[in-house]
């Protein structure tokens, strides 16, 4: 069993940066899909960001694409997300998610692990 907890998350101005993280504690991730997903109140959660165990493939949301950047340190244990050229539109919990199969990372039910959430707020 894994445990996974975001933070990072605040408040910030349009055009500001933010980053993500998302500690492991239990297992390994080194053999996991990393994932971060996001929920806005009243809306589906949805796909920002996928990682391979390895870092060697990513996919994003055509939404953040080019402004945010998923990235993993095995050693640590640890997921990140930079967040750059936020816009209010990107205000949501963000998720962070772990897989051990081997689905392209892109759906919510390609994961089996959750962690609680961590709010991003992006004022205009």
């Known amino acids: 069993q894994v445990q996974l907890v975001e933070s990072g998350g605040g408040l910030v101005q349009a055009g500001g940066s933010l980053r993500l993280s998302c500690a492991a504690s239990?297992?390994?991730?080194?053999?996991?899909?990393m994932g971060w997903f996001r929920q806005a109140p009243g809306k589906e959660r949805d796909f920002v960001a996928t990682?391979?165990?390895?870092?060697?493939?990513?996919g994003y949301a055509d939404s953040v694409k080019g402004r945010f950047t998923i990235s993993r340190d095995n050693a640590k244990n640890i997921i990140y997300l930079q967040m750059n050229s936020l816009k209010p539109e990107d205000t949501a919990v963000y998720y962070c998610a772990g897989s051990r199969g081997s689905a392209t990372g892109y759906r919510t039910y390609d994961y089996g692990y959750w962690g609680q959430g961590t709010q991003v707020t992006v004022s205009s």
């Open positions: 990682i391979s165990w390895s870092g060697g493939g990513t």
């Open positions: 239990g297992r390994t991730l080194s053999t996991y899909r």
